[in-house]
């Protein structure tokens, strides 16, 4: 069975760009997470779906990062425009619903200039 | 907040011996708990988990405890090989189906 798949893997851009990343999770998974990882932290929660609906966006910084799920299988997250300070990598994780195990992909590294 | 950067906490052991990371957690509701094991470029894996109304839970070569009262989470892990060389999270999950995690043990085993 697939895990998490996340692209790209690693993104480069200046700052002021637009940049987009894309998740799919295990198949079956309701809950999808976005998460943050600074070098040497551990994961903090942007946002996390059940199905279609955010339930818990309340660490997204909204005037700069968007995400949708809009058929409640695959997710993207958006930066615009990004900021130095979000360099980092952006994690994607799914469960079967909010109470179960979260596995998580690999995740994206960007780096912005 | 304040940054914990690259100042990870570093356990070293040698092949073969039993290590023990261990875990402060600070929500006295948490519920349940998971330690994930993250290798460098790769996303955290799941390892082991266990449920507030468990003291202890054992799988393969790990086993985790649970004390309540101190707040603490512990996880042993037997003959430890090369392979094992990691960055271990803890991470404990409340009613609100958010997950925390903790700042991180960086496992060095050595040949």
């Known amino acids: 069975e697939a895990g998490v798949v996340q692209s790209p893997r690693y993104k480069i851009i200046e700052k002021k760009q637009p940049v987009a990343f894309w998740c799919n999770p295990i198949?079956?998974?309701?809950?999808l997470y976005w998460y943050l990882q600074n070098l040497g932290q551990g994961p903090e929660l942007l946002i996390r779906y059940e199905n279609e609906e955010a339930v818990d966006d309340s660490q997204l910084p909204k005037d700069r990062f968007s995400a949708e799920r809009l058929k409640g299988v695959d997710s993207t997250l958006k930066i615009q425009p990004a900021e130095l300070g979000d360099s980092a990598v952006y994690l994607c994780?799914?469960?079967?619903?909010?109470?179960?195990?979260?596995?998580f992909g690999a995740g994206t590294r960007l780096s912005v200039l | 907040g304040e940054s914990v950067g690259l100042h990870l906490p570093t356990l070293s052991v040698q092949e073969g011996d039993n290590s023990i990371i261990n875990c402060a957690y600070s929500?006295?509701?948490?519920?349940?708990f998971i330690w994930y094991k993250q290798e460098s470029g790769k996303g955290p894996q799941f390892i082991i988990d266990i449920r507030s109304n468990m003291d202890k839970r054992q799988g393969q070569r790990v086993t985790v405890l649970l004390n309540k009262t101190v707040k603490h989470l512990s996880l042993q892990i037997a003959a430890t090989q090369p392979g094992d060389s990691a960055v271990y999270f803890c991470?404990?999950?409340?009613?609100?189906?958010?997950?925390?995690f903790g700042k991180g043990t960086m496992l060095l085993v050595s040949p």
């Open positions: 198949s079956g998974h309701n809950t």
């Open positions: 994780a799914s469960s079967l619903n909010s109470k179960n195990i979260q596995y």
């Open positions: 929500n006295s509701a948490s519920d349940y």
């Open positions: 991470a404990e999950l409340s009613g609100y189906s958010t997950l925390t």
